[in-house]
Structure formats: structure tokens, C-alpha cells
């Protein structure tokens, strides 16, 4: 594994558990708070479920290398969401840096190969594969 390699996995995982982190702060903290504050934006509330799933699920299958690209893509879907609903009318520092940072990792493991040390490669790999075959 090369040092390109080394950091996509890092940046991976790290993606993967503030994800994960959200969305089960969204649950324990009350999804239905959450849902209130969605409508309060503006945005219907029972969107706050579907962003919430995506965090938690996204969040442990970004972690495990499992669909990372769908998983890459939803985030920064929600990313660009939130900087657009909520964050850009507080401004740069408190408001949207930090969904900008995640929204620039998003795509950029949407964009590379991030297979290394990933459940996709064991279960996508020509060599496992192939191997499997000639058992």
C-alpha cells in the first residue's frame, strides 16, 4: 500500500465516523427534534430521518469500505444541503468551514479509488475472485 493509499483510508475512516457520529446524535438527541428543526428552515421534517439513516448507515459503511462511493456521494449531497439551507447566512468561521471541509472530502473519496483496506475490495477483487474459482 503506497502513501496515496495510506491517506484516502485515513480520510475514509475519519469521513466515515463524524458521519456516523451525526446520525446517532440525531437519533439520541430526539429525531423528532431534529425533524422540528428541519421544518424550521424550511426544509420538511421528515427529511431529518432520511439524513439521519444516511449519516448512521453511511457513516459505518464509509468506515467498513462497503459502497463507498454511493455513500460519498449522499454525503456530500447533505453537505451542499445544509451550507445551503442553514450554513452560508453565518458566514465563513462558525458556519459553513466545516461542511465545506467535509463536503471536499465527500468528493474526493466519490472521485478516487479508495478500495484499499475496504470490505469492497475483499468482496470485488479479480484476485479474491479468481481464487475463489479455482477452489
Do not use: C
Not at 101 to 112: C, G, W
Request: hydrophobic fraction near 55%; glycine fraction near 12%.
Amino acid at each position: 500500500m503506497n502513501k496515496q493509499e495510506i491517506g484516502t483510508v485515513l480520510l475514509r475512516v475519519v469521513l466515515g465516523l463524524i458521519f456516523l457520529v451525526h446520525g446517532w446524535d440525531k437519533f439520541q438527541g430526539g429525531i423528532g427534534n431534529t425533524a422540528g428543526f428541519f421544518d424550521s428552515i424550511g426544509v420538511p421534517g421528515f427529511m431529518a430521518y432520511i439524513v439521519a439513516v444516511i449519516e448512521l448507515i453511511g457513516g459505518i459503511a464509509m468506515i467498513l469500505g462497503i459502497g463507498t462511493k454511493l455513500a460519498a456521494i449522499l454525503f456530500a449531497i447533505i453537505m451542499a444541503g445544509a451550507m445551503f439551507s442553514v450554513k452560508f447566512s453565518a458566514g465563513f468561521i462558525d458556519g459553513y468551514e466545516f461542511d465545506l471541509a467535509l463536503l471536499a472530502m465527500s468528493v474526493y473519496i466519490a472521485l478516487t479509488n479508495s478500495n484499499a483496506l475496504s470490505l469492497d475490495h475483499v468482496v470485488f477483487s479479480s484476485d479474491h475472485n479468481s481464487s475463489n474459482r479455482a477452489a
